[in-house]
T-cell receptor, first 113, second 110 residues
Framework: ETGVTQTPRHLVMGMTNKKSLKCEQH?????MYWYKQSAKKPLELMFV???????ENNSVPSRFSPECPNSSHLFLHLHTLQPEDSALYLC????????????FGQGTRLTVV | GQNIDQPTEMTATEGAIVQINCTYQ??????LFWYQQHAGEAPTFLSY??LDGLEEKGRFSSFLSRSKGYSYLLLKELQMKDSASYLC???????????WGAGTKLIIKP
């Protein structure tokens, strides 16, 4: 248990569906991240929020829409996804900047059919 | 460009020692992290190096040479539970974001 909780753990959705991934942390961190992890590829940073404001968006397609209502919660809204979007989606949190590590959730295994 | 290289897969024997290498070429540097990730689980923090030299934590040690853009993770007295992927990541000093390697899958055999 790392203090970062993601739900659901597994999700199968059709290309026309709309779904949301949820991440929650109670570590007192002020930065939260969404990463995409595909097989045998480096972790891809998708979004960074610091103090509930989006700091970075690494050219992610608009079919992924993040939301950070407060410093403890982060959502990733999904719509009209493609099969190549199937991957493990990891949420992480950290104190922004500094020398400390990020803490990861266990991820949501997403399959787009 | 930004690049982190580590071997895709390694195999070692229970009780032995294994060294996982990581080389990096990044525009900035503010520390190097090693994470462990078991299949289907969250990556968990193992070590952090920002100065040259060796950091030891029990059975695990991590080494850094900034001039060579090189790090390694050393695992001693290997146990079956050490079978996992090991991720190397460099923190960029311009935006404090982590640049990740693709991970090394370590297989431990009895």
């Amino acid at each position: 248990e790392t203090g970062v909780t993601q739900t659901p753990r597994h999700l199968v959705m059709g290309m026309t569906n709309k779904k949301s991934l949820k991440c929650e942390q109670h570590l007192g961190h002020n930065a939260m991240y969404w990463y995409k992890q595909s097989a045998k590829k480096p972790l891809e940073l998708m979004f960074v929020y610091s103090l509930e404001e989006r700091v970075e968006n690494n050219s992610v397609p608009s079919r992924f829409s993040p939301e950070c209502p407060n410093s403890s919660h982060l959502f990733l809204h999904l719509h009209t996804l493609q099969p190549e979007d199937s991957a493990l989606y990891l949420c992480a949190s950290s104190p922004f900047g500094g020398d400390t590590e990020a803490f990861f959730g266990q991820g949501t295994r997403l399959t787009v059919v | 460009g930004q690049n982190i290289d580590q071997p895709t897969e390694m195999t070692a024997t229970e009780g032995a020692i294994v060294q996982i290498n990581c080389t990096y070429q990044t525009s900035g540097f503010n520390g190097l992290f090693w994470y462990q990730q078991h299949a289907g689980e969250a990556p968990t923090f193992l070590s952090y190096n920002v100065l040259d030299g060796l950091e030891e934590k029990g059975r695990f040690s991590s080494f850094l040479s900034r001039s060579k853009g090189y790090s390694y993770l050393l695992l001693k007295e290997l146990q079956m539970k050490d079978s996992a992927s090991y991720l190397c990541a460099v923190r960029d000093d311009s935006n404090y974001q982590l640049i990740w390697g693709a991970g090394t899958k370590l297989i431990i055999k009895p």
